[in-house]
Structure formats: structure tokens, C-alpha cells
């Protein structure tokens, strides 16, 4: 079967950095998603990578690796506003979207 | 905002009501979704429409029927539901409705339905 998973609950510090990570097994590959969701609000599109190596978008970067299924999400100079659910979803070689059930993050001042 | 308002945001409902769920997107998108999020699972793909015509039906209940008069307009009419139905109903919509990456999905901020 195809599996997403990234833990479920993470806590970090308010101006540290943390790295949420994503290990994927699917049916082929064609590009992972991170999206964010604040509580009671909708997800919003975070990166895309296709291609193994790190992207960045100012506090964000994303790093993918194809040959071990992983990805992780950086954020860095943490700020209470990052508190949210981040989401890992994969394109398979059908290109449907496979998703992750979110990780949780939790900032504490 | 988004630009996907979906309404009502809160639904309480008996297993022998009748209610419907709104979404609309006004980003000139092509392809619009229900998603369902339930508590610490992966997001359930329920349907997919492109240029108004249902592309995908993923096994869905049939007390569930969605309905696009438009490329604008998606609802989701629910009847008999049960109480495992309650959830975080998610629309989005896309440019189209091919599958790549290029796709980005924006979603709504979902109706919250209870299922008493």
C-alpha cells in the first residue's frame, strides 16, 4: 500500500529552528507538497519539490530526497504565528495525491 | 480569504436530515474537490470536477451526492448521514484538473458537520 508519515505532534521554542520530517513508500513519484493549515482555517500551499536538494523561501525551506523517500520542512526563527498543522502529501505515478495525516506544531514562547 | 468561501463553516445535523454544503471559488479555476479531514488522519479525496464534468467518485457513499452547476459552484448534498460522517468537509479547486505539480490546491477553510 502507500504510505505517508510524518509524526504526529512536534514542539518547539519560539525563534529556534525546527525540521519536520516526511518518509514516503508510494507507487511511483512525481513531486511532494507541504502545505500549512492553522487551526480552523484552510490549508495553504507551502512548496513544492520534485527534485532532490533543498528549496528556499524565506523562514521556509524544503529539502527532498527521491532515493530515500524523505522530505523535511525547516522553519527557522520560529514565531507563535508558525503554531499550525504542516502537511506532506506526494503525487504518485498516477498522479494522485497521497497525504499525510500532519504534523502538529506547537510553538511555546 | 483564500478566494474558496465555502458556507455554512458549522453543521449540526440528524441522520435523517437533509443539508447541503456550498463551496465557491471566483479564481477562474477549472477543477473543484470535497475533501473530508477527520481528527489525526490523511486527507479522504471524496470528488473531483473539471469543466463542471465529475472526473473522480472515490468509492464515496452515495448518502453523499455532490452537484457543480458551474465551474464557480460545488456542493455536497448529504442524506441519512451517520455519526462516523461527522468531519471537516474541505473544498478546493485548481487550475485544471490534471494531477502535477504545477496544480496547487486552494482550499476553503472547510465545514465543521456533526452528526448526531
Known amino acids: 500500500g502507500q504510505n505517508i508519515d510524518q509524526p504526529t505532534e512536534m514542539t518547539a521554542t519560539e525563534g529556534a529552528i525546527v525540521q519536520i520530517n516526511c518518509t514516503y513508500q508510494?507507487?511511483?513519484?512525481?513531486?511532494l507538497f507541504w502545505y500549512q493549515q492553522h487551526a480552523g482555517e484552510a490549508p495553504t500551499f507551502l512548496s513544492y519539490?520534485?527534485l532532490d536538494g533543498l528549496e528556499e523561501k524565506g523562514r521556509f525551506s524544503s529539502f527532498l530526497s527521491r532515493s530515500k523517500g524523505y522530505s523535511y520542512l525547516l522553519l527557522k526563527e520560529l514565531q507563535m504565528k508558525d503554531s499550525a498543522s504542516y502537511l506532506c502529501?506526494?503525487?504518485?505515478?498516477?498522479?494522485?495525491?497521497?497525504w499525510g495525516a500532519g504534523t502538529k506544531l506547537i510553538i511555546k514562547p | 480569504e483564500t478566494g474558496v468561501t465555502q458556507t455554512p463553516r458549522h453543521l449540526v445535523m440528524g441522520m435523517t436530515n437533509k443539508k447541503s454544503l456550498k463551496c465557491e471559488q471566483h479564481l477562474g479555476h477549472n477543477a473543484m474537490y470535497w475533501y473530508k479531514q477527520s481528527a489525526k488522519k490523511p486527507l479522504e479525496l471524496m470528488f473531483v470536477?473539471?469543466?463542471?464534468?465529475?472526473?473522480e467518485n472515490n468509492s464515496v457513499p452515495s448518502r453523499f451526492s455532490p452537484e457543480c452547476p458551474n465551474s464557480s459552484h460545488l456542493f455536497l448534498h448529504l442524506h441519512t448521514l451517520q455519526p462516523e460522517d461527522s468531519a471537516l468537509y474541505l473544498c478546493a479547486s485548481s487550475q485544471d484538473g490534471k494531477n502535477s505539480g504545477a496544480n496547487v490546491l486552494t482550499f476553503g477553510a472547510g465545514s465543521r458537520l456533526t452528526v448526531l
Open positions: 470536477y473539471s469543466l463542471e464534468e465529475r472526473v
Open positions: 508510494t507507487s511511483g513519484f512525481n513531486g
Open positions: 502529501a506526494v503525487l504518485d505515478s498516477n498522479y494522485q495525491l497521497i
Open positions: 519539490n520534485v
